[in-house]
């Protein structure tokens, strides 16, 4: 009886160890097909890196010249500004006064105005003011 089981027992292992061999051939042949594309992978992925690398350099040196740009419009919108709001000055003040004088001078030698253009004077000139 006992040589039975020890038969039964040994051709039991020896299935199971058939079995296992064979798992483990397929898992061979799996991960030699996964190391196979991981290197065909690597050899793509690799130039593109360094073109990508080049790429960025290149967006990183226009971008240099695109704030070289911005800045110099930043300024002459800046001297734009400040010729405006020269001229402006330089135009609005002697106007203004110039057309006082003149509703004045109408005022002191005593002709009359319709008072529209008074107002609108005045009120231009305290705007200023």
């Known amino acids: 009886m006992g040589g039975t089981a020890a038969l039964i027992c040994a051709v039991s292992f020896g299935l199971f160890m058939l079995a296992a061999a064979l798992v483990t051939l397929k898992l061979a042949r799996t991960m030699s097909i996964t190391n196979r594309m991981l290197d065909d992978i690597r050899r793509q992925v690799i130039p593109l890196m360094g073109k990508l690398q080049t790429t960025m350099d290149h967006v990183n040196t226009e971008m240099g010249y695109v704030d070289g740009v911005l800045a110099a419009v930043e300024k002459l919108a800046e001297r734009a500004d400040s010729m405006t709001k020269a001229a402006q000055s330089l135009f609005s ?7 006082t004088l003149g509703v004045g001078a109408r005022k002191a030698f005593g002709k009359p105005g319709n008072g529209k253009g008074e107002k609108a004077m005045r009120a231009h000139a305290e705007g200023d003011a």
């Open 93 to 99: 003040s002697p106007l203004v006064k110039v057309l």
